[in-house]
């Protein structure tokens, strides 16, 4: 369960993320899915044309020479029975960022944080059954674990034996406070934390003071940067590729308010 709570974690944060931009134009057998993906796990994509299988993205690896600023100038592209090294000249080089980093080590890495997050706060809430701790004699356990039992069938009278005595026992309380509700909201803010570093729209509405306008506007500058960055070197990507091959691709933000922060009179206070 564990390893499966990590997984559904990773998967939906990871589909988010490449969900985030919208390609249009592609050529035919050059999937959006493709090019996102390998940019997700690998950092970066190459785009160029084979001789048998025609225009073709797929994920690539440095594959030696370098210019005078240290860009490769050779890579390697591969995929399923594909191995295949190209010179920059004719390819094109899709970077994920500027640093051609790929994102699933971030997501990995939040993914990791929630899960134990999440664990801890099942673990919070198994505590809150409070067991007692109760020290008796050998020859009255059983007696105690009957009585115990007639307890837990809410039986309105228990009759114990006469020769029982209650005073000898030792009962002990095992008491855990209930965080369950203070872990959720930390979730909430690794959750909100990791979609502002993928450029994601968050209003991070679960802080316990009411944001003020210019924290909401620090929280959407912070966004627009981190998805714009991302956007930049696809939409270059896009204009080398053009040029190279006589197409008319473009990539774009996924949906029109993308990249924006709402604000409205419930999260937001302090406004002019």
Not at 37 to 46: N, Q
Not at 238 to 265: S, Y
Request: glycine share 6%; aromatic share 10%; net charge negative.
């Amino acid at each position: 369960m564990s390893d499966l709570q990590f997984k559904l974690t990773y998967d939906r944060f990871k589909h988010l993320y490449m969900n985030r931009f919208e390609w249009v134009n592609l050529p035919k057998g050059v999937e959006e899915r493709y090019i996102e993906k390998a940019l997700f796990e690998h950092g970066k994509a190459l785009f160029f044309m084979d001789d048998m299988m025609g225009l073709m993205c797929l994920p690539c690896t440095e594959d030696g020479g370098q210019n005078v600023y240290g860009e490769f100038i050779k890579y390697r592209a591969f995929g399923y029975n594909y191995n295949k090294s190209y010179d920059i000249e004719n390819a094109v080089l899709i970077r994920n960022n500027l640093s051609q980093t790929n994102s699933h080590h971030l997501v990995m890495t939040y993914a990791n944080k929630l899960c134990e997050i999440e664990k801890t706060i099942l673990l919070n809430i198994k505590q809150q059954k409070t067991p007692y701790i109760v020290a008796c004699s050998e020859k009255d356990l059983h007696t105690l674990k009957n009585l115990y039992q007639k307890v837990e069938d809410s039986q309105a009278v228990i009759y114990a034996d006469k020769q029982l005595d209650l005073k000898t026992l030792g009962v002990h309380l095992t008491p855990t406070p209930f965080v369950a509700d203070k872990l959720l909201l930390h979730k909430h803010e690794v959750e909100n934390e990791l979609l502002t570093m993928i450029g994601i729209n968050n209003a991070n509405t679960d802080k316990k003071e009411r944001l003020i306008t210019d924290e909401v506007n620090a929280n959407n500058e912070y966004i627009d940067m981190n998805v714009s960055f991302m956007l930049e070197v696809r939409r270059l990507a896009c204009k080398q590729i053009n040029e190279m091959f006589g197409l008319n691709i473009d990539v774009r933000l996924r949906g029109e308010d993308n990249g924006t922060v709402h604000i409205d009179d419930e999260t937001v206070e302090g406004g002019e």
